[in-house]
């Protein structure tokens, strides 16, 4: 059977001490600094919880910066292409204008040759008319002599315009 004896309840209560004992100063402080290093690395998390949403808001600003930056520069090329159209004709434009100046220019200068040209041959041939008018009159009436003064006129009224047309 079994034995109550003092022995028995001496190693009850050594056990309930050490327990106690162990349970205050093994236990305890132990438990504490692991409540401690819990709430340290739950601190941890949320910090790094809080500096990952930090760090997915500039990534999105980055990103929006990004595609805003991209637009910016399809929309300056758009408008320097455009600009060098517009540049473009503007010069085409200037160019054909001044082309047209020189072309008018041109015509109106051949016209006033033109006209100085056959004003120079009027007035020649009317000095060879009065050279032959004042030599009928010198030589008197002959016919003869009239037909030889005309065909002389002729002939120089002639070299005269194949003279201006070169």
């Given amino acids: 059977m079994l034995k109550l004896g003092w022995d028995l309840v001496w190693t009850i209560i050594n056990l309930i001490v050490l327990y106690l004992l162990m349970k205050k100063f093994l236990i305890g402080p132990v438990m504490g600094i692991m409540e401690k290093r819990k709430a340290a690395i739950a601190d941890q998390i949320t910090h790094a919880r809080t500096v990952n ?14 595609s805003s930056a991209k637009e910016e520069s399809v929309q300056i090329i758009q408008d320097a292409k455009a600009d060098a159209k517009q540049m473009s004709e503007g010069i085409v434009r200037t160019a054909n204008e001044q082309a047209a ?24 041939i009317a000095q060879l008319a009065m050279a032959a008018a004042t030599k009928l009159l010198m030589n008197g009436s002959s016919t003869t002599g009239n037909q030889m003064l005309y065909d002389e006129f002729l002939a120089k009224a002639g070299d005269a315009n194949d003279t201006d047309r070169y």
Avoid: D, F, H, V
């Fill in 53 to 66: 949403e930090q760090a997915e808001a500039l990534k999105g600003q980055y990103e929006q910066a990004l």
């Fill in 101 to 124: 100046k020189i072309i008018e220019t041109a015509k109106e200068t051949a016209r006033q040759e033109k006209e100085s040209a056959m004003q120079g041959a009027k007035t020649e």
